[in-house]
């Protein structure tokens, strides 16, 4: 999937997100600590639903025997959205501002979209304080930066199934030689 179509779909579904049913729901609770629990019942339900999808697109391609780390990392990787306080207009908006005027520069902006931008590194910090796992807080700070994937410590190939389920093409993380 473009990384286009996956915006596109991710605004679509955020209109009306799905709630997150009672098995789901406890299949969260078993995957999650409780301090890793207790920041994902902060996101919004748009995002619940949304980690969830990613969640369990993740389990599928990790297979039975997937570590609960990597489920974990897959349901919490964009809980620093929540800090910027941003509805789903204003996160369109901040995501094309971004991309209008760079990455870089916008997450280093003192107000909320800086901060929405920024939710990799909010995130990361956020889950570290909570008390999560390491590698549930790194992969929040990684996710959308490849070059911070090898200081996860997390493999190479966890981190490849754990950006497709979150919708990013496997060609965007091929690395050119």
């Not at 996956?6 to 955020?14: M, N, Y």
């Not at 807080?137 to 997390?154: F, L, M, Q």
């Amino acid at each position: 999937m473009s990384r286009a179509a996956h915006l596109t779909t991710r605004f679509l579904t955020s209109l009306r997100p799905r709630t997150v049913e009672s098995a789901e729901r406890a299949w969260v609770q078993r995957v999650l600590t409780p301090p890793e629990l207790a920041v994902w019942e902060t996101l919004g339900p748009a995002d619940r639903a949304e980690s969830g999808a990613v969640a369990r697109r993740a389990a599928r391609a990790l297979g039975p025997d997937a570590d609960p780390r990597w489920l974990a990392a897959a349901l919490l990787h964009d809980a620093g959205k929540t800090g910027a306080g941003l509805g789903t207009g204003a996160r369109v908006a901040a995501t094309v501002v971004a991309g209008v005027v760079g990455h870089g520069r916008v997450r280093r902006w003192p107000n909320r979209i800086g901060r929405y931008i920024a939710h990799d590194d909010a995130g990361a910090a956020l889950l570290a304080a909570a008390g999560s796992r390491p590698e549930v807080a790194a992969w929040a700070g990684a996710h959308h930066r490849r070059e911070r994937w090898p200081a996860t410590r997390i493999p190479a190939e966890i981190c490849e199934i754990l950006a497709i389920a979150d919708g990013e093409s496997e060609s965007r993380h091929v690395r050119r030689r």
